[in-house]
């Protein structure tokens, strides 16, 4: 039995997905946000997700250790079968397959939901995240030298790709 859940997250999750990302604001380059997220900005980015753009939780013993969201890639309509993904595992329960169980089932979401591709955007010093995703199948597209800013050091991102066997909808 896996000893945790994955389901669809609800507006009740978006305190417990804010603490697990607030972690990160903190003390990583995973994410360049810099000032805590509030929760009012929480709430409003868990009433944007839908079937094509869900947010997901991972639950254990009650408790939320994890979460994932598929994101717009870019608002033009054409752009409309590209996502971006977004795995969160909460920093006490790293290496215990809650990510790579988060990202294949975002995949398998976007195939339902009829997306084409999905496209990770990464600091280049986030070795974990880049073996996550190239362990599921994400393919290395490029880096941009530079272009992000955090803890007073210039990085690197690099850009990651997945293309989903769907068709046209
Ligand atoms: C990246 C992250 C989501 C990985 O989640 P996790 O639950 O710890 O990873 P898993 O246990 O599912 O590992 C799956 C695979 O990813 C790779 N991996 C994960 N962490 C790794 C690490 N620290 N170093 C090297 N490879 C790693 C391995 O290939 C691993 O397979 P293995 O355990 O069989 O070797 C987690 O470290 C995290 O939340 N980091 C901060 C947020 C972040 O960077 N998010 C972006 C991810 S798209």
């Not at 995240?129 to 994400?138: D, I, K, N, P, R």
Request: charged share 20%.
């Amino acid at each position: 039995m896996p000893e945790f859940t994955i389901r669809l997250a609800t507006l009740a999750d978006a305190e417990a997905i804010r603490a697990i990302y607030n972690y990160y604001v903190t003390h990583s380059t995973c994410t360049y946000q810099i000032e805590l997220e509030t929760a009012e900005e929480r709430a409003a980015w868990m009433r944007e997700r839908s079937e094509k753009y869900p947010a997901t939780v991972a639950e254990a013993d009650g408790q939320i250790i994890a979460w994932a969201a598929l994101s717009p890639w870019k608002s033009r309509c054409g752009y409309a079968w590209a996502a971006e993904a977004s795995v969160y595992v909460h920093h006490e329960h790293h290496r215990r397959g809650l990510g790579r169980t988060l990202l294949l089932d975002l995949i398998e979401r976007a195939k339902q939901a009829g997306l084409h591709t999905i496209i990770g955007g990464t600091s280049s010093d986030q070795q974990a995240s880049l073996a996550l995703q190239y362990a599921v199948g994400f393919e290395l597209i490029g880096t941009f030298r530079e272009v992000g800013r955090k803890f007073d050091h210039w990085l690197d991102v690099t850009y990651t790709q997945l293309t989903l066997p769907v068709s046209l909808r």
